[in-house]
């Protein structure tokens, strides 16, 4: 899939997530998510009506998540259990939606903070969900790199062999782990 979207607004990077980006990153990333052919109809068919209900939800998760506020109050994996014709394709969707928005706003030390629990949580979602080995499209991998480039290992690392490729997870290794948290070591 190579999927072409319509940019992100173009908004001044910043430097360190707070209550008030955060609640933009919120409304502009569901904003996408709407006109999205793909995903909208899927948050349409649950959503319609509720939407006054569920941005602000999402605000406080995100802001539990990257701030630590822990007012988040909710079960995301049961949320999710309901949801009709949700597929691999609609996960990999929202992610490179998300991750591109979050790429958009914040500079690459903050976004790695809202990139890995996206990350992490939808692949929990997806392996509770359809027992899914999430492997990370080409225009995923692409995004991270510009955000975490020092992921990649170093000459001194153990390599996989491949010459010429870059060492990539060995299979149910949790990756969100491996490649972002790759940054802090370096
Ligand atoms: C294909 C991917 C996804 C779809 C289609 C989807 C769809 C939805 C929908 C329709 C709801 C509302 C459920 C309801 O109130 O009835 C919801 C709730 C929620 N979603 Fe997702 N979601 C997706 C991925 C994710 C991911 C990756 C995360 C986290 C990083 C996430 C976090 C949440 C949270 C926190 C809630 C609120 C749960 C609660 O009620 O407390 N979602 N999602």
Redesign the pocket.
């Known amino acids: 899939m190579n999927p072409s979207f319509p940019p992100a607004p173009v908004v001044e990077r910043a430097a360190e997530p707070t209550e008030s980006n955060i609640r933009e990153l919120v409304y502009g990333f569901y904003d996408r998510v709407r006109a999205d052919p793909l ?1 909208g109809p ?2 349409e ?3 319609a009506g ?1 939407w006054d ?2 941005l602000p ?2 605000c406080t ?1 995100w802001g539990s998540l990257v701030l630590g506020a822990k007012q ?5 994996q ?3 259990q ?2 009709e014709g ?1 597929e691999p394709q ?2 990999s ?3 490179y939606l ?1 991750l591109d928005t979050v790429e958009s706003r914040y500079e690459p030390a903050a976004a790695v903070r809202f990139m890995e ?2 990350l992490r ?2 692949q929990s ?1 997806q392996l509770s969900r359809f027992g899914w080995d999430y492997k990370i499209p080409a225009e995923q991998e692409a995004l991270l790199e510009r955000v975490a480039p020092k992921r990649r290992p170093r000459d001194d690392e153990p390599h996989d062999g491949h010459a010429g490729v870059v060492s990539r997870r060995p299979p149910g290794e949790p990756f969100p782990t491996r490649i972002i948290g790759k940054a802090k070591d370096d």
């Open positions: 995903l899927v948050f068919a649950t959503l509720r209900d569920h939800k999402m998760f988040y109050r909710g079960n995301v049961q949320a999710h309901p949801l949700v609609h996960f969707r929202w992610l998300f629990p996206a949580i939808a979602l």
